[in-house]
């Protein structure tokens, strides 16, 4: 299958606030997708939103931040090594328009063991950043591992990250771990843009739904985190069967009802995002009333 034409962003995008010291000075937004449950589908989720944003226009990157257990490479079907054309940068693989880096891609042995401690996990996701030539995008879309260790927490530190993607379960032994990546990112000021509840039905061969882990979890999180429900995407076995042959759903399937739903998440994304970069461009409000009991001051409102 051919990879997607590159078109024109569907619009002018408002952009992070970016700092001085900022690893991605030229990406608008930055985009984690992370839960605290191993299992709940972060990949499926962070390839499909990255080429549904790709496929409406906006010039994407995604980023395997899971050191340990890269899948991207297998989802997206790439092969190869990265290759630095000035010696300083790496240039970033790409496919279906968008641009790629993991560690998969540097590994001799696809089914090796990354045994490294943190110090070098932090060097690696900081070279990821800083020394991969994204160029301009408009998102980076990163997909993190499961947990609340060290990649969120390098993150947190070195990048101003427009906001985090949630991804549950209806269960509760998912949304159990997940409110503690929620818990985590209010501590480390990551915006939680919204949550998705993944695998939230499944419709047999005769028409009839199944909610085979139970409903209602992703709105639960949702509530927890203050956070919209993004959308619910079906457990759909063409999201599997297409990720293991290296085409995310959205692009082999666009009508498949998984594919739909991760386009209609994608453009919930994208607003939520505006949104955020409006409140950051918005700076902060003058209580101009003079303040109670006498007391003239201008306070700062947050």
């Known amino acids: 299958m051919s990879d997607v034409e590159a078109k024109n962003p569907p619009r002018d995008l408002p952009a992070r606030a970016v700092g001085p010291d900022d690893p991605l000075p030229h990406v608008k937004h930055v985009v984690l997708v992370m839960s605290g449950k191993g299992g709940v589908g972060k990949s499926s989720v962070a390839c499909n939103l990255a080429m549904a944003l790709a ?31 000035d010696g300083k940068t790496i240039e970033p693989l790409a496919r279906f328009g968008i641009k790629l880096m993991s560690i998969g891609f540097l590994l001799e ?44 927490l390098t993150l947190s530190q070195r990048v101003k990250v427009t906001g ?35 695998m939230s039905w499944f419709i047999d061969s005769a028409g009839v739904r199944h909610e085979l882990f139970g409903k209602g979890g992703g709105q639960v999180v949702a509530d927890f985190a203050g956070a919209p429900l993004l959308g619910q995407v079906p457990l759909d076995p063409s999201v599997r069967e297409w990720g293991d042959k290296g085409t995310p759903v ?9 594919a739909k739903a991760f386009a209609a998440i994608a453009e919930r994304v994208v607003e ?31």
């Open 55 to 85: 496929r409406s226009g906006w010039r994407t990157g995604l980023l395997d931040a899971d050191i340990y257990g890269p899948s991207i490479p297998t989802m997206l079907g790439v092969t190869g090594r990265p290759v630095s054309a």
């Open 164 to 198: 985090a993607v949630m991804v549950t379960t209806p269960q509760a032994v998912a949304t159990d771990d997940v409110y503690k990546s929620v818990s985590m990112c209010k501590k480390v000021d990551i915006p939680i843009l919204g949550v998705v509840e993944n």
């Open 250 to 258: 959205v692009q082999a399937s666009p009508q498949a009802e998984a």
């Open 109 to 152: 042995d696809p089914k090796a063991a990354v045994i490294w401690r943190g110090p070098m996990l932090h060097g690696a996701l900081q070279q990821f950043m800083q020394d991969v030539a994204w160029g301009d995008l408009d998102f980076l879309v990163m997909d993190l591992p499961p947990g609340t260790g060290d990649v969120a």
């Open 272 to 302: 939520q995002c505006e949104a955020a970069a409006g409140e950051d461009d918005a700076g902060p409000t003058i209580d101009r009333s003079g303040g109670t009991g006498g007391k003239k001051r201008l306070p700062v409102a947050k």
